[in-house]
């Protein structure tokens, strides 16, 4: 990566390929993140880390959604649920780390009712650890979310947060919205923390509000991660509309990531079969002592408007008119 910039933040512009590369060196004492010179400035990294991975139960994302009758919600009974995608990514880095000798055991958590529990089944048979379920069966939100981490973290004193980018909006054309359901994690210690985005509300809050009350450097939307031992860092590539950004973050940080930084594996069955037999841990928000009461409330929850179909053109001409009459974009 090169020498260290002297300066709070520098962004040299190189050309490449793929669009402009911006490098951004953090030194982040100035802007609430990870360069201390307290007790907590600490060879983060000399030992191997413990990587948590928060995973969600959703709908699945092959199924077609359909609105309560009475507009409180998307129909859930009865209805395909699976592993939010994102979560399995977050998971497969985790996991690919891991294997890479930069951590010594991955932890799996998700908050929510007894039917959690699955999803959990399904991280272990994928690799992780062990697992945690915080039985909650309502709904939390993502300030919430964000207090129960930062509890959490204030009291085990994790080294690094990953968590995921939060794609909580129905990815299918024309789906539905469900808002804000989270993550709790209990008090368990942790040194590296993914958490996924979910496919079932679009919120895009909880990773950037716990960076925000932990007062730690951020790298959102990551294509790539690396850590980097030597000098207690992780760097982190991000698309942005201009190409690519990266980042190298001291330590402790939060990351959350981005569709496009792996391709998660396939849980065996041999791994399936051992993964029914692991016990997973059960806590609730009440043991974490955080407030989960919100001012938020989902009024309505209805399907968006039907689109009309396309018209094929035939000529320029015809394009321009529609545009200019029908349209009247022109």
């Not at 968006?304 to 974009?329: C, F, H, M, T, Y």
Request: glycine share 6%; proline share 5%; with cysteine.
């Amino acid at each position: 990566m090169g020498s260290r910039p002297t300066s709070e933040v520098e962004i040299p512009m190189n050309s490449e390929i793929c669009g402009v590369c911006r490098r951004w060196w953090l030194a982040l004492s100035k802007i609430g993140g990870g360069r201390r010179e307290d007790n907590r400035r600490i060879p983060l990294l000399a030992a191997k880390m413990k990587i948590m991975v928060a995973v969600k139960r959703v709908i699945d994302y092959a199924v077609k959604i359909r609105v309560k009758p009475d507009k409180s919600g998307v129909e859930t009974s009865n209805v395909k649920m699976s592993m939010n995608p994102f979560c399995e990514i977050a998971l497969e880095e985790a996991l690919r780390i891991k294997e890479s000798g930069g951590a010594s055991e991955v932890v799996a958590v998700s908050v929510g009712p007894a039917q959690c529990v699955d999803t959990l089944r399904t991280g272990l048979a994928m690799g992780a650890d062990r697992a945690i379920h915080v039985d909650f069966p309502g709904t939390l939100y993502p300030l919430s979310i964000a207090k129960i981490l930062k509890a959490l973290v204030d009291a085990e004193k994790p080294g690094l947060v990953l968590l995921g980018k939060q794609f909580e909006q129905l990815k299918k054309a024309g789906d539905l919205i469900e808002l804000y359901h989270g993550f709790a994690i209990p008090k368990y210690e942790v040194d590296l923390l993914f958490k996924n985005s979910a496919i079932d509300d679009d919120c895009n809050q909880t990773g950037q509000m716990i960076a925000g009350l932990l007062k730690w450097p951020q790298g959102t939307f990551a294509s790539k991660v690396v850590l980097d031992k030597a000098n207690n860092v992780v760097t982190v590539d991000r698309e942005v509309d201009g190409g690519l950004e990266t980042l190298c973050l001291d330590l402790p940080a939060v990351i959350t990531t981005d569709l496009r930084l792996n391709q998660p594996r396939y849980a065996t069955l041999p791994n399936i079969m051992k993964a029914k037999s692991k016990v997973i841990k059960k806590v609730s928000p009440k043991d974490l002592n955080v407030d989960i009461r919100s001012d938020l409330e989902v009024v309505q929850v209805t399907e968006p408007p039907k689109r009309k179909a396309g018209v094929i053109l035939s000529s320029v001409d015809q394009l321009i008119d529609k545009l200019k009459n029908e349209a009247r974009v022109i």
